[in-house]
Nanobody, 120 residues
Framework: VQLQAFGGGLVQPGGSLRLSCAAS????????MRWYRQAPGKQREFVAS???????DYADSVKGRFTISRDNAENTVYLQMDSLKAEDTAVYYC???????????????WGQGTQVTVSS
């Protein structure tokens, strides 16, 4: 399976960006889809997750500003980022728990990352 993340870029503080991440390949089902981020010199950290049923979870640092959503038919997860701050600058990665056949285990697959820079 391949996960392709899109939508990063340069934005001013207070601005918005929408990231997307599409999973492709021989996929039977996907359970949770998640976004992580890694700033320079820091460890990768959890940003948000969404289950196949639509339940969401967010890091405290992004609650109220970021919204995660997904399109199950398109195996795509989105991250709407509003009121962006300089400290949101990072490479954003998506991952997904992918099952390749009925009854098989879920494997976690990662996308390649997309750079988000918040600067004036």
């Amino acid at each position: 399976v391949q996960l392709q993340a899109f939508g990063g870029g340069l934005v001013q503080p207070g601005g918005s960006l929408r990231l997307s991440c599409a999973a492709s390949g021989s996929i039977f089902s996907i359970n949770a889809m998640r976004w992580y981020r890694q700033a320079p010199g820091k460890q990768r950290e959890f940003v948000a997750s969404i289950t196949s049923g639509g339940s969401t979870d967010y890091a405290d640092s992004v609650k109220g500003r970021f919204t995660i959503s997904r399109d199950n038919a398109e195996n795509t997860v989105y991250l709407q980022m509003d009121s962006l701050k300089a400290e949101d600058t990072a490479v954003y990665y998506c991952n997904a728990g992918v099952r390749y056949n009925s009854g098989g285990p879920y494997y976690v697959s990662w996308g390649q990352g997309t750079q988000v820079t918040v600067s004036s």
